[in-house]
């Protein structure tokens, strides 16, 4: 019953380095999310994809790239590491347009 | 410019007594509502919602009110456990929008 995996839990990169975070859902859903969450803040969308081959920004796309392989999987790639992107990255999915999303557990993620 | 506020950072309550947690909003497009509550080193986790259309939705402990006229609503948790301890995000969405709007969440503990 695993739901929503983000790998991986922690990650601490130095300025200018590039990672991806990967992300996979197994509840056959067809919406997938990324957002970012910062202290103080709501979470706030980087990127969204509405079925495998789609994507659309979100609120916060600026040095973030994404891509949905397939259906169950959606990843989020930061090519240039900045520490603006210092945050908690959380990976969603949804039932077509649900405002019921189901989250993985989180990546923290330290830019040095 | 926050479309969704919660203005309570924190909130502390007696095991047993009402919790009540307030949220207002500015968009008045808005048509669904919606409360998720966060674990530590967790995905928020979807609680309850309401449509536009309701003033008010029950489930088991939980009842969510909407005032529109005020842009505001509130979650009441009757009778308040200790599981009940959490980080509560309210969010928000117009019907032809699939991104949601979300509060900076609301810590709530719960005292025994």
């Known amino acids: 019953n695993a739901g929503v995996t983000q790998t991986p839990k922690f990650q601490v990169l130095k300025t200018g380095q590039s990672m991806t975070l990967q992300c996979a859902q197994d509840?056959?859903?067809?919406?997938m999310y990324w957002y970012r969450q910062d202290p103080g803040m709501g979470l706030r969308l980087i990127y969204y994809?509405?079925?495998?081959?789609?994507?659309d920004k979100g609120e916060v796309p600026n040095g973030y790239n994404v891509s949905r392989l397939n259906k169950r999987e959606f990843s989020l790639r930061l090519e240039s590491a900045a520490p603006s992107q210092t945050s908690v990255y959380f990976c969603?999915?949804?039932?077509?347009?649900?405002?019921?999303?189901?989250f993985g557990s989180g990546t923290q993620l330290s830019v040095l | 410019d926050q479309q969704v506020k919660q203005n309570s950072p924190s909130l502390s309550v007696q095991e047993g007594r009402i919790s009540i947690l307030n949220c207002d909003y500015t968009?008045?497009?808005?048509?669904?509502f919606l409360w998720y509550k966060k674990y530590p080193a967790e995905g928020p986790t979807f609680l309850i919602s309401?449509?536009?259309i309701k003033d008010k939705n029950e489930d088991g402990r939980f009842t969510v009110f909407l005032n529109k006229s005020a842009k505001h609503l509130s979650l009441h948790i009757v009778p308040s456990q200790p599981g009940d301890s959490a980080v509560y995000f309210c969010?928000?969405?117009?019907?032809?929008?699939?991104?949601?709007?979300w509060g900076a969440g609301t810590k709530l503990i719960i005292k025994p």
């Open positions: 968009n008045s497009m808005f048509d669904y």
């Open positions: 509840m056959n859903h067809n919406s």
């Open positions: 994809s509405a079925s495998e081959g789609t994507t």
């Open positions: 969603a999915s949804s039932e077509g347009n649900s405002e019921k999303l189901f």
């Open positions: 969010a928000a969405r117009e019907d032809s929008n699939y991104q949601l709007i």
């Open positions: 309401i449509s536009s």
